[in-house]
T-cell receptor, first 113, second 117 residues
Framework: ETGVTQSPTHLIKTRGQQVTLRCSSQ?????VSWYQQALGQGPQFIFQ???????GRGNFPPRFSGLQFPNYSSELNVNALELDDSALYLC????????????FGAGSRLTVL | AQSVTQPDIHITVSEGASLELRCNYS??????LFWYVQSPGQGLQLLLK??????LVQGIKGFEAEFKRSQSSFNLRKPSVHWSDAAEYFC???????????????FGTGTRLQVTL
């Protein structure tokens, strides 16, 4: 059984640009969540996707958006990048929208210059 | 609002010594409690979780945690630490399954464990 895979692993962007991060969920998992982990901090919940719709969101502005595809994979899009967006972005999948046992990927490290 | 406090930013222990990592939480209702471990370049791995029942819960890799409702604490312990346990440890709280967004966990800021040989 494959785990959660994320791409790219590292990327560098400049302020004002847009970025797309990708995530393939663990086999059999239909729910995907995204977290932002700033340096020296714990992960912070961005949002959850289930049945291709967002069904829970943390305290992040609308320029953070996502998609979930029929195969349960997901994308995180961030527009108008700011320096404070520099962080490790973690994707997690779970068996169902109501399940709280999460399987995390290794993350995508974004640096905004 | 829920919150998690991990008062120790960095802990150093000798290999073979016992370990206790502290976690205090604030939550409006009965929460799920979790401990995750993060090694460099890796994602978070679940060590154990607790909702109800026996207040001492066993996890993987020889870890255990004790829930103390009166102290709002959920401390992680291991009797004998191995060098491979060096990593970042995160305590988290989450809602009951079926009540709100189940994957919306609130994490502490983490405790970095260093193991000396």
């Amino acid at each position: 059984e494959t785990g959660v895979t994320q791409s790219p692993t590292h990327l560098i962007k400049t302020r004002g640009q847009q970025v797309t991060l990708r995530c393939s969920s663990q086999s059999g998992h239909n729910t995907v969540s995204w977290y932002q982990q700033a340096l020296g901090q714990g992960p912070q919940f961005i949002f959850q996707y289930y049945r291709e719709e967002e069904n829970g969101r943390g305290n992040f502005p609308p320029r953070f958006s996502g998609l979930q595809f029929p195969n349960y994979s997901s994308e995180l899009n961030v527009n108008a990048l700011e320096l404070d967006d520099s962080a490790l972005y973690l994707c997690a999948s779970s068996l169902a929208a109501r399940a709280n046992v999460l399987t995390f990927g290794a993350g995508s490290r974004l640096t905004v210059l | 609002a829920q919150s998690v406090t991990q008062p120790d930013i960095h802990i150093t222990v000798s290999e073979g010594a016992s370990l206790e990592l502290r976690c205090n939480y604030s939550y409006g209702a009965t929460p799920y409690l979790f401990w995750y471990v993060q090694s460099p370049g890796q994602g978070l791995q679940l060590l154990l979780k607790y909702f109800s029942g026996d207040t001492l819960v066993q996890g993987i890799k020889g870890f255990e945690a004790e829930f103390k409702r009166s102290q709002s604490s959920f401390n992680l312990r291991k009797p004998s630490v191995h060098w491979s346990d060096a990593a970042e440890y995160f305590c988290a709280v989450g809602p009951l399954e079926g009540t709100g967004t189940a994957s919306k966990l609130t994490f502490g800021t983490g405790t970095r464990l260093q193991v000396t040989l």
